[in-house]
């Protein structure tokens, strides 16, 4: 009895569906001076969750910027760079959507062109990090609203209101942890 109980339970394991991996995206925006900040504003975009080539979890965030060039307002090498954890706290995190494995794949693949020419040229005008959030919202199917104003609060709300529905407002919350199939006890 106890080898048919063992048996069942591996064979139950093999016909469940695999669980389903979960990547959270967050639009975010900084103000200029939040947090005693004295930088310009800034748009960037987190990414959480427990994709399967991560079973440890990912934690990782995505903005584009100059390397403080003076030559921004007619083009400069740009540069795809994580804010750090202090920095995203001091953010305000505007809404949120869960995608697949897939999804997750494809924009990364898409911010990868971001980082080299000529994706990587930073233009205060027509490519700045704000230009990148609304790349990643299009790709994700979103609604992109008006890329040229200067504040990216502005910017994210429109994309609030264009989204309604769609999204989820503020930060996304902690993932649930994957629990796994249970392993059938060894035994005779």
């Given at each position: 009895?106890?080898?048919?109980?063992?048996l069942?339970?591996?064979?139950?394991?093999?016909?469940?569906?695999?669980?389903?991996?979960?990547?959270?995206?967050?639009?975010?925006?900084?103000?200029?001076?939040?947090?005693?900040?004295?930088?310009?504003?800034?748009?960037?975009?987190?990414?959480?969750?427990?994709?399967?080539?991560?079973?440890?979890?990912?934690?990782?965030?995505?903005?584009?910027?100059?390397?403080?060039?003076?030559?921004?307002?007619?083009?400069?090498?740009?540069?795809?760079t994580?804010?750090?954890?202090?920095?995203?706290?001091?953010?305000?995190?505007?809404?949120?959507?869960?995608?697949?494995?897939?999804?997750?794949?494809?924009?990364?693949?898409?911010?990868d062109?971001w980082?080299?020419?000529?994706?990587?040229?930073y233009?205060?005008?027509?490519?700045?990090?704000i230009?990148?959030?609304?790349?990643?919202?299009?790709?994700?199917?979103?609604?992109?609203g008006?890329?040229?104003?200067?504040?990216?609060?502005?910017?994210l709300?429109?994309?609030?209101?264009?989204?309604?529905?769609?999204?989820?407002?503020?930060a996304?919350?902690p993932?649930?942890q994957?629990?796994?199939?249970?392993?059938?006890?060894?035994?005779?």
């Amino acid at each position: 009895m106890r080898r048919f109980t063992a048996l069942l339970a591996l064979l139950l394991s093999l016909l469940a569906p695999p669980a389903m991996a979960e990547v959270r995206i967050t639009f975010y925006s900084h103000s200029r001076n939040a947090g005693g900040d004295r930088m310009y504003p800034h748009a960037f975009i987190r990414a959480t969750g427990t994709p399967q080539w991560a079973p440890g979890g990912i934690d990782d965030n995505f903005g584009f910027t100059t390397y403080k060039s003076p030559r921004v307002f007619i083009g400069s090498p740009g540069q795809i760079t994580p804010a750090t954890p202090d920095y995203v706290s001091r953010s305000t995190p505007h809404f949120w959507v869960e995608i697949s494995d897939d999804q997750y794949r494809a924009l990364l693949e898409r911010i990868d062109t971001w980082r080299r020419p000529p994706g990587s040229s930073y233009n205060l005008y027509r490519r700045n990090c704000i230009h990148l959030v609304a790349d990643v919202a299009s790709q994700l199917g979103l609604v992109v609203g008006n890329t040229g104003t200067w504040e990216p609060e502005v910017f994210l709300a429109e994309m609030e209101q264009l989204n309604a529905g769609r999204i989820n407002l503020g930060a996304a919350p902690p993932m649930a942890q994957v629990a796994l199939p249970a392993q059938p006890a060894a035994g005779p």
